[in-house]
């Protein structure tokens, strides 16, 4: 029986590698570090890709369909409801995310829900409100979607600032396979490494799947500062001391009333 089995086995083996043919992607960005000086204003990171295909790829009824997504450091993260207590604006309760990214980006060909189902959205974390933020309930951490009032409250904030930002439009096809788009880095930018995760879809389904990274640095004095404050604790202090000393004796001799 296992005679007759084997050449069956090896010619399985042999055909499958040959049908199972998929697109793949290929990305580049303009640049995979960003300086940040004393005058950063913002800027943006162009990406640029292209789906490769072979003679075997079936054609796809719906076209393709890009999910750029970008998430910048993560970082424990407290946010605080107020309300009235006697009269006054109070804290009256809070809760802390776990490892939230400080920075996300969701950048499409067409808004998610024309390209794909809530279930597979939800299943990939493609979109701000299908994106896993942990926070700590009760002394549980759970991961809380739909309308829970501080997932909100966080995701509003974060992109006032510049920090959350999604936009469907923001992924062009330049031709049938190359495509481009630009990640806007807002002037408080943290710095860190940045993860840019790219998701191609067709016919409902994500085909095809790469990665990369961006590297955010600062320069010059910014630099020099927050090295010495991170690994000469101590100098860093004494120094900053004597700087308020020095200032203050400074304004004293300047400003003395004879």
Same mark, same amino acid.
Request: aromatic fraction near 8%; hydrophobic fraction near 45%.
């Given at each position: 029986?296992?005679?007759?089995?084997?050449?069956?086995?090896?010619?399985?083996?042999?055909?499958?590698?040959?049908?199972?043919?998929?697109?793949?992607?290929?990305?580049?960005?303009?640049?995979?570090?960003?300086?940040?000086?004393?005058?950063?204003?913002?800027?943006?990171?162009?990406?640029?890709?292209?789906?490769?295909?072979?003679?075997?790829?079936?054609? $796809?009824? +719906? =076209?393709?369909?890009?999910? !750029?997504?970008?998430?910048? %450091?993560?970082?424990?993260?407290?946010? #605080?409801? &107020?309300?009235?207590?006697?009269?006054?604006?109070?804290?009256?309760?809070?809760?802390?995310?776990?490892?939230?990214?400080?920075?996300?980006?969701?950048?499409?060909?067409?808004?998610?829900?024309?390209?794909?189902?809530?279930?597979?959205?939800?299943?990939?974390?493609?979109?701000?409100?299908?994106?896993?933020?942990?926070? $700590?309930? +009760? =002394?549980?951490?759970?991961? !809380?979607?739909?309308?829970? %009032?501080?997932?909100?409250?966080?995701? #509003?904030? &974060?992109?006032?600032?510049?920090?959350?930002?999604?936009?469907?439009?923001?992924?062009?096809?330049?031709?049938?396979?190359?495509?481009?788009?630009?990640?806007?880095?807002?002037?408080?930018?943290?710095?860190?490494?940045?993860?840019?995760?790219?998701?191609?879809?067709?016919?409902?389904?994500?085909?095809?799947?790469?990665?990369?990274?961006?590297?955010?640095?600062?320069?010059?004095?910014?630099?020099?500062?927050?090295?010495?404050?991170?690994?000469?604790?101590?100098?860093?202090?004494?120094?900053?001391?004597?700087?308020?000393?020095?200032?203050?004796?400074?304004?004293?001799?300047?400003?003395?009333?004879?």
């Amino acid at each position: 029986m296992l005679r007759r089995l084997l050449p069956a086995l090896v010619l399985a083996l042999l055909v499958v590698p040959e049908t199972v043919r998929a697109e793949r992607l290929v990305t580049s960005l303009s640049s995979h570090q960003v300086s940040i000086a004393s005058n950063f204003t913002g800027t943006d990171v162009v990406l640029f890709g292209s789906v490769e295909r072979d003679a075997a790829s079936v054609p $796809r009824r +719906s =076209g393709y369909d890009i999910v !750029v997504t970008v998430l910048g %450091p993560r970082e424990p993260v407290v946010v #605080r409801a &107020k309300g009235r207590v006697l009269g006054i604006w109070a804290n009256v309760n809070s809760r802390e995310f776990i490892d939230a990214p400080s920075y996300i980006a969701v950048l499409t060909t067409n808004p998610i829900l024309s390209f794909a189902n809530a279930e597979t959205l939800r299943r990939l974390q493609v979109g701000l409100s299908n994106i896993s933020l942990p926070q $700590r309930i +009760s =002394g549980k951490v759970a991961n !809380v979607f739909g309308d829970d %009032p501080f997932r909100t409250a966080l995701i #509003r904030i &974060k992109h006032e600032r510049g920090l959350y930002v999604e936009e469907p439009k923001g992924v062009t096809f330049l031709t049938p396979t190359l495509f481009r788009t630009s990640i806007p880095l807002p002037a408080e930018v943290p710095v860190g490494t940045y993860d840019v995760d790219v998701k191609l879809f067709a016919d409902g389904n994500m085909i095809a799947r790469t990665n990369s990274a961006l590297e955010i640095v600062k320069v010059g004095f910014e630099q020099f500062v927050a090295t010495a404050a991170r690994d000469w604790g101590v100098l860093y202090g004494l120094a900053t001391a004597m700087m308020a000393l020095l200032t203050g004796w400074f304004a004293s001799v300047v400003f003395r009333k004879d």
